[in-house]
């Protein structure tokens, strides 16, 4: 079964910066896409960035400039967030196990860490 195990997140102002952590084993994390999606309150679930075995990465257009993905040591993924402004305020999931590198359908994602809330405040 594969487990994904968040950490990182909290509370910071506007223009300020957090990065976020996602442990997995290291076959998923090397050899598999894996994404970040981030849910607000009364919202739909929406894709933030995505980075596939390859390297190769992508992002939601408010994120642009401002978000990176990246992996390291085989087994982490992150999310460095900077720049961060008041609507970015959400809980921020991990996700891996989709059969197209994507971040339009979060259905099609099979496997999700436990969520940790991003709050910035203005």
């Known amino acids: 079964q594969v487990q994904l195990v968040q950490s990182g997140g909290g509370s910071v102002q506007a223009g300020g910066s957090l990065r976020l952590s996602c442990a997995a084993s290291?076959?998923?994390?090397?050899?598999?896409?894996m994404a970040w999606f981030r849910q607000a309150p009364g919202k739909e679930r929406e894709g933030v960035a995505s980075?596939?075995?390859?390297?190769?990465t992508s992002y939601a257009d408010s994120v642009k400039g401002r978000f990176t993905i990246s992996k390291a040591n085989a087994e982490n993924l992150y999310l460095q967030m900077n720049s961060l402004k008041p609507e970015d305020t959400a809980m921020y999931y991990c996700?891996?196990?989709?059969?197209?590198?994507?971040?339009?359908?979060?259905?099609?994602?099979?496997?999700w860490g436990q969520g940790t809330q991003v709050t910035v405040s203005a």
């Open positions: 290291a076959v998923i994390v090397s050899s598999n896409c």
């Open positions: 996700a891996a196990g989709a059969r197209r590198c994507q971040l339009e359908d979060f259905h099609a994602w099979n496997y």
């Open positions: 980075i596939r075995g390859d390297g190769a």
